[in-house]
């Protein structure tokens, strides 16, 4: 699914890979209300099939979900050529230090832990992700 802000200019892309429905509704109107372009996949097959379609400016990756979880899809998206740079925040409720890690060593920009952040929160720093 893809849904787009109008009225805007250059507007930045970002991919929702999120198998909760309600946080994905919830990103999904803030990030659009911010003036964001938004692109969603409910699971990891789903989210490297639009992140490689797509080549959103940022993709906000679960880590688990059903049918290919978030590392084993940041695992098949770093291996694509543009891929192997793609800005990449993890938005998870796991506070696991091996996964934590293993998505710092495959490039993530941050791990975020889904209850230490407000939805507002989120969309700051993806900005400040964005801008840098």
Excluded: C
């Excluded at 495959?106 to 840098?132: A, C, F, H, M, P």
């Amino acid at each position: 699914m893809d849904i787009a802000a109008s009225g805007s200019s250059r507007q930045h892309a970002i991919l929702i890979v999120e198998d909760d429905d309600s946080l994905v509704k919830a990103l999904r109107e803030k990030f659009i209300g911010e003036g964001f372009q938004v692109y969603e996949a409910r699971n990891g097959k789903e989210g490297l099939e639009q992140a490689l379609s797509k080549h959103p400016d940022l993709i906000l990756l679960d880590v688990v979900m059903a049918r290919m979880d978030g590392l084993s899809m940041l695992q098949v998206l770093r291996e694509d050529s543009w891929g192997k740079t793609a800005k990449v925040i993890m938005l998870t409720n796991l506070s696991d230090g091996d996964k934590i890690a293993e998505s710092l060593q495959r490039g993530v920009l941050e791990y975020l832990v889904k209850s230490d952040w407000r939805i507002e929160d989120v969309v700051t720093r993806v900005r400040q992700r964005l801008n840098e």
